[in-house]
């Protein structure tokens, strides 16, 4: 993975590339602390962390691990005099960089290092998969207690959210990837809506949006439920959105622009004439964060890669009334994967 960040350096003629942010740090040494310094040069590659992190950054990580304070007197040593950081640092941490690091001249970047964690590796794709396996399976029992408990009081969206993480722990999930979303009737016009004790009841959507972590990567899924029978404006809603995903994950291929993807799941709505209520980008990387390269917006410049993994997630957000969300995790490939072996169409949404 370094070998791709020395080229890098090679290429912007820097002499070398310090790693600040937790997750960049934790992707390319192994090293999982909340702190340290991970220094990579044209020549080697170097962890340095306080004496809390030493015996453990060790242990985690295959690269060399030196005491924090040998930091400042190393660069001075390497004579290094351009040194490429991340943009995603706060202001207390580049003055910091500044005092250890005089006479330097640094040089901010922006999605270096996540633009490698996009592809992943077989071992991480795998790790994906169980989260995904797990996603389905709680879903299923989901729906089985929806079905048992639809005419109980206590059915809320907090209840269910609850149960979410229950069956996603028993299942061997790590933890959930975000809070859960569930989201009925008009809460679910709001694309993000925290649970609350909403009583769950008939004749409108309910929103499920959650996933799981599993070997420290992330997983994602929605589908909207309709609990009962819905009426024709419902279904046109839910078969607009169905057919805008199915568009767009068929332009996730090898080497198209992200905004492609966009584009087109964004066109279907809009002809639809939902196009005002299509409020946030169509999808998203996942891996180590819940949100990666590439960025699914209009504007988006990255370009699709084999073996990264990404999300397709258009929707139609209706004020007072509901809405509708479909989302699924797809590895890009020759053969794109889709991840979730749950249908979606709204026959099978139906309870």
Known sequence: MTNQIHDYLVEKKLDAFLVLTKINRQYLSGFTGSAGYLVISKREAVLYVDGRYFLRAKKESGMPVRKLERLSKDLVLAKYKKIAIEDRISLREFASLKKIGKGVSWKSTANVIENVRAVKTKAQLKAIERGSAIIDKTFEQIKKYIRAYINKYELTEAKIAGLILK?????????????????????????????????????????????????????????????????????????????????????????NKASLVDQTARKVITQAGFGKYFTHNTGHGVGLEIHEQPNFSPASEDVLKVNSVVTVEPGIYLPGKFGVRIEDMITVAKQPKIHSKIPKDLKSMII
């Open 167 to 255: 069956y996603g722990t028993e299942l061997d999930a790590e933890g959930l990837a975000f809070d859960p979303i569930v989201a009925f009737g008009s809460n679910a016009a709001s694309p993000h809506h925290f649970p609350s004790k909403t009583r769950v009841g008939r004749n409108n959507f309910l929103l499920l949006d959650f996933g799981f972590k599993v070997g420290n990567y992330h997983s994602d899924f929605t589908r909207t439920l309709f609990l009962g029978r819905p009426t024709g404006f419902q279904a046109k809603v839910y078969e607009t959105v169905l057919h805008s995903q199915l568009k767009a994950i068929a332009k996730v291929q090898i080497g």
